[in-house]
């Protein structure tokens, strides 16, 4: 089943003098073996989107359909309905490690199985199966993961999500704080997520990881829906890209201070030395480095 947002507008503090909202007339939808990115400003209601997608919060006005069940504005969704869905869509919070509070690695892992209802040796199932999939060692089971690594704890956090076997699973800020081989230890288990089926839905400010992963990008303002669509086509708007307080894909970038902004900008690296490739002759031949340093380094 897709996720689906249908007008879903949210307010806090409904009807105090501190009424405010966050949410206008949001909709979207994400399907299955999907990589979708959610990019804008702090502040510009992505973290409280991801929220309504697993009944953390319920819209003020509109409809929210996910695995498990529906969440419709106004009407009172049941405590079973919301079990099923948080059992269907996975939630792993900005710093994931906060999650966690077991004595064990393994234990930790188990505890979502366990509290659906799952007897303990199910759970352990469940909770190895999980742990293989994020390459977590079984030497490290016993282990507090206290005592982890930050890409470590990390990783555990996605585990114990996983253990759950949803059919979505919402990272916010999945790369924050960590080093370049915990950020691509990580990348690498989401793609192979994805690739098995998985929907994934990415909160994120790291725009070179939107570039080389997302098939889809919605772009937040002010709490509205700014942009949505592919990467190329999503960053090829620049000024609704500025509007939104974002920057560009490193070597998009990188591209457009050497070159400028004419046709599509190369997203990745691999884009990024074809597209360069391609301009040398022309401007060696010109004779054309008036762009100065940086130009030149590119062409060399």
């Known amino acids: 089943m897709d996720v689906k947002c249908e007008h879903v507008s949210y307010t806090y503090h409904l009807k105090t003098p501190m009424e405010q909202r966050v949410l206008h007339d949001i909709n979207f939808s994400l399907s299955q073996r999907s ?30 359909t996910v695995p498990g069940g529906t969440i419709l504005a106004g009407v009172k969704t049941s405590v079973k309905t919301i079990k099923k869905i948080r059992q269907q869509v996975g939630l792993v919070f900005q710093f994931p490690e906060h999650q966690l509070f077991e004595t064990t690695v393994l234990g930790d892992i188990m505890f979502g199985p366990k509290n659906a209802g799952k007897s303990q040796a199910e759970a352990e199932a469940a909770a190895r199966m999980a742990a293989k999939i ?37 990272l916010d800020e999945p790369t924050v704080g960590l080093d370049p081989k915990g950020r691509k230890a990580l990348l690498k288990v989401l793609v192979a997520l994805q690739k098995e089926g998985k929907a994934l839905l990415v909160v994120t400010h790291d725009m070179d990881l939107v570039a080389t992963h ?59 030395i074809k597209e360069v490739k391609a301009k040398r002759p022309l401007i060696k031949e010109e004779g054309k480095f008036q762009k100065g340093k940086v130009q030149e380094a590119c062409l060399k």
Do not use: W
């Open 214 to 272: 997302a098939h889809h990008v919605l772009v937040m303002c002010q709490g509205k829906k700014l942009l949505e669509g592919t990467p190329a086509y999503v960053f090829s708007q620049h000024e609704l890209i500025a509007q939104a307080g974002l920057y560009l894909p490193t070597a998009a970038a990188v591209y457009t201070q050497a070159f400028g902004r004419d046709g599509a900008l190369p997203l990745t690296v691999a884009d990024f």
């Open 35 to 64: 990589f979708t990115c959610i990019i804008g400003h702090t502040g510009s209601g992505k973290s409280t989107l991801m929220e309504h997608l697993n009944g953390l919060l319920l819209p003020t006005v509109g409809k929210v």
């Open 134 to 170: 994020v390459g977590i060692d079984e030497a490290l089971f016993e282990k507090s993961p206290f005592d982890l690594s930050g890409g470590q704890m990390r990783r555990v956090a996605i585990a114990g999500v996983l253990a759950m076997d949803p059919e979505v699973l919402i």
